[in-house]
């Protein structure tokens, strides 16, 4: 199993950027399909982008395309989220999951291997 560690989150402004980090230990990144989940109280956890070697990157809900990528540095056993232009309805918790192969899923389920979490709030 893969330790993940995120970082990155912190308190923005509306239109601002963050990146996001999640380190991986314990085995070898390229061997794991990478995804941020977010994750605000009373709501299910939402498949926000994904990496893999199969897959390429994606992003799935409608709200991130073209705000949000995701990129991976195997070297550094890095999986980063440059979040842009960040809206207030972006504040969450963002989780970082792993899964063992190489195709993305946007269901939680899927992954098993979780990170603590990283808040991100976005208010003015």
């Known amino acids: 199993h893969l330790q993940l560690v995120e970082s990155g989150g912190g308190l923005v402004q509306p239109g601002g950027s963050l990146r996001l980090s999640c380190v991986a230990s314990?085995?070898?990144?390229?061997?794991?399909?990478i995804a941020w989940f977010r994750q605000v109280p009373g709501k299910e956890r939402e498949a926000v982008s994904c990496?893999?070697?199969?897959?390429?990157?994606?992003n799935y809900p409608q709200s991130v395309q073209g705000r949000f990528t995701i990129s991976r540095d195997n070297a550094k056993n890095t999986v980063y989220l440059q979040m842009n232009s960040l809206e207030p309805e972006d504040t969450a918790v963002y989780y970082c999951?792993?899964?063992?192969?190489?195709?993305?899923?946007?269901?939680?389920?899927?992954?098993?291997?979780w990170g603590q979490g990283t808040q991100v709030t976005v208010s003015s």
């Open positions: 999951a792993a899964s063992v192969g190489y195709v993305c899923y946007d269901v939680k389920r899927m992954y098993d291997d």
């Open positions: 314990g085995g070898t990144l390229d061997r794991y399909a």
């Open positions: 990496t893999s070697g199969y897959d390429g990157s994606k």
